[in-house]
């Protein structure tokens, strides 16, 4: 049984508060949140096999960020210029196949040889381990651009988790503080799409949303009631499972025709908006019978 509520979902009234504009994550606790969140759910989930092997690959991503060499960040120019121009800091565009993100590469694909997986996904595994430098960057700019071909998807998954790790590292190291935005549905620190937003509850945000991006975790301030793809304030719903706890909907666009997950972690604290994507694929699916196309990227729902 499904249910859509139309109707505005309505901006929280009573604290006043100051919120930062951009928080950057911290990669050093960012994974194991995650990896802890998706065996939440896959304890009790019909996709138990693909979230505990999500899990594995986000235990792999929080193992290696202690053993990486420090990231390259832009010059000190490079950041002004970016700011004074309003475009993100870290340019997705230019990103190239540094030691740096070479190492971060291997080391994932290292790890991941140990998490439980598919036959499919093993032979995926084993062949984007012995793809050359000059393939390697192919896929980098494949999954940055997310333009990545149907039939090496799985192959992309493992590149895509590396990439994760190597954004987050980059955006610990901006100053939040001198981010700005650069657009509607862009992270300021990369230039992302969200995964999804959240409304939350902290001491200087009082039921602000956030945008969080799916690539380096930058969470960005956005004003409610307002599409997180195209901006406008026209048309916007909300629909959910009927009988969910009502912590996680899909806010749908009657402008451009999609939809983004808003989370209320104001409600349940240990929503991590990645792992919840992921969780609420039953969601997705239920939007796949209507009007509204998916507009959030999670590299481990390609294909969906």
Partial sequence: MMSADLQPDPTAIGNVSTPPFAVTPDPSTLFGVRARRLRTYAAVSPLKPYLDFVAGIVDAQQAIVPTLPPVEMPDEE???????????????????????????????????????????????????????????????????????????LAEHVFVAAALQVHFARLASRLDAKKLVPVGDGACPACGGPPVASLIVEWPNAHGNRFCACSLCSTLWNYVRIRCCSC?????????????????????????????????????????????????????????????????????FLLGY
């Fill in 231 to 299: 901006g406008t304030t026209k048309g916007i719903g909300y629909q959910e499972i009927e009988g969910s706890p009502g912590t996680i909907k899909a806010e749908t666009c009657d402008e451009c025709r999609t939809y983004v997950k808003v989370m209320y972690q104001n409600k349940d604290v240990t929503i991590e908006p990645v792992a919840d994507d992921i969780g609420t694929l039953a969601l997705d699916m239920m939007m796949r019978e209507g009007p509204y196309r998916r507009a959030a990227f999670n590299p």
């Fill in 78 to 152: 490079a950041l002004e210029r970016a700011r004074a121009f309003q475009m993100p800091p870290l340019d997705r565009v230019r990103t190239t196949l540094d030691d740096t993100l070479e190492t971060t590469l291997d080391a994932l694909f290292d790890a991941a040889r140990h998490v439980g997986m598919t036959r499919e996904a093993g032979e995926a595994l084993a062949r984007v381990r012995q793809v050359d430098g000059a393939e390697r960057a192919r896929m980098v700019q494949d999954v940055l651009s997310h333009d990545m071909p149907v039939e090496t």
